[in-house]
């Protein structure tokens, strides 16, 4: 049984590799980069740069990086930064695979042509990626039914929200088969590193990849988002294990009391451990993650206020709205409100 796993696994493994491959032989492996309106730049730098190494260290050209936009202009990273691409997405000839890299905040509206232009890619088929939140537009496209994926934690939500059916986690990045998709920040490097891999370079040129970026190779089943939100807890396990809890129990907070018994611990020194740490009381810190959690949802998904106060596990909206005004010196509502409004703002098709 064991043998029949693994021959399975390999059967898996070279499935997938195929479609990183592209053509064999010496032909290198052509990559676009879609670049959305207010794209990310680190992430478009996080993808590029390991395949560029890649040629160096294998002394031959594995890859070949092409940008693109949909109509050939510049268009400006979410960083302001403006970017010249190479060429218009209906001139782009010859992919092998083609990566969205995606923009902050999600846009509202004006994905169609995008969507129509991914369809005709994954008729020829061509892989398929994305870079950040690039994800989302390979779902709003259909392209993502069956199977894994990921996106921005921060997104993580939205994509859900809208697309309950998919599969989405919460690992840096997946590869399934001719999809790929990574999170934000640095993520794209450990998901090229993995192309690379699977690809002509060979596990030798990845990790020698991954040696020249001075990157410590994290693995796909890592999380994106670290529970150790402060530094300082690193070095107090107790700690680690209270907020790890805490984040675990947000539509129904813990009792202190509650808290402290399934750390074996008595109320009084949890109280004494967060003081001395974190120069606060437990209950302070857990209003705080379970406040940053509803302005996430408030901010990144059109969820109804009345639903987001239930997920925070918060008793009333009277109640959550004191909170969330004296955490953050705005209104709920308020909060919405503009975060719709700085949504359309960033939408080129809306006037």
């Not at 989302?136 to 997104?155: M, Q, V």
């Not at 810190?285 to 406040?291: D, F, G």
């Not at 109804?304 to 705005?330: E, K, L, Q, T, W």
Request: include cysteine; hydrophobic fraction near 45%.
């Amino acid at each position: 049984m064991a043998i029949a796993a693994a021959r399975m696994n390999r059967a898996m493994s070279d499935n997938t590799a195929r479609h990183w491959a592209g053509r064999g032989g010496d032909a290198p492996v052509r990559f676009g980069f879609l670049l959305v309106p207010d794209f990310t730049l680190i992430g478009l730098g996080a993808a590029v740069d390991p395949l560029r190494l890649a040629n160096m260290v294998a002394r031959r050209t594995l890859y070949e990086c092409v940008t693109l936009t949909m109509d050939g202009a510049p268009v400006r990273s979410s960083a302001g930064v403006c970017v010249q691409p190479d060429l218009a997405a209906s001139k782009a000839v010859g992919l092998d695979a083609v990566f969205v890299v995606g923009p902050n905040p999600l846009p509202a509206a004006g994905t169609e042509a995008i969507i129509h232009w991914l369809r005709g890619l994954a008729g020829r088929g061509v892989a398929l990626g994305g870079v950040d939140t690039g994800s989302y537009f390979l779902a709003c496209a259909g392209l993502l039914d069956g199977y894994r994926a990921t996106i921005h934690w921060e997104d993580m939500d939205a994509l859900l929200d809208r697309f309950p059916r998919l599969v989405v986690s919460n690992k840096l990045y997946e590869v399934d088969r001719d999809r790929a998709s990574c999170s934000g920040g640095i993520a794209p490097v450990e998901m090229m590193i993995h192309l690379i891999g699977l690809g002509s370079g060979g596990r030798k040129v990845a990790s020698a990849v991954a040696e020249l970026l001075v990157y410590e190779r994290r693995g796909p089943d890592e999380r994106q988002k670290t529970s150790l939100r402060d530094v300082s807890a690193a070095s107090h396990p107790k700690l680690v294990e209270a907020i790890k809890l805490m984040e675990c129990n947000i539509e129904e907070p813990l009792s202190m009391e509650e808290l402290a018994a399934h750390m074996q611990f008595s109320a009084r020194q949890l109280e004494r451990l967060f003081r001395d740490t974190l120069a606060c009381t437990p209950r302070q810190y857990y209003l705080q993650i379970r406040l940053e959690r509803a302005r996430q949802l408030l901010t990144r998904t059109n969820r109804p206020i009345a639903d987001i106060v239930m997920a925070c596990g918060f008793v009333s909206f009277a109640h959550f709205s004191h909170r969330y005004h004296a955490g953050f010196g705005i209104s709920p509502s308020a909060e919405r409100r503009r975060s719709t409004a700085d949504a359309l703002k960033g939408d080129p098709h809306q006037s």
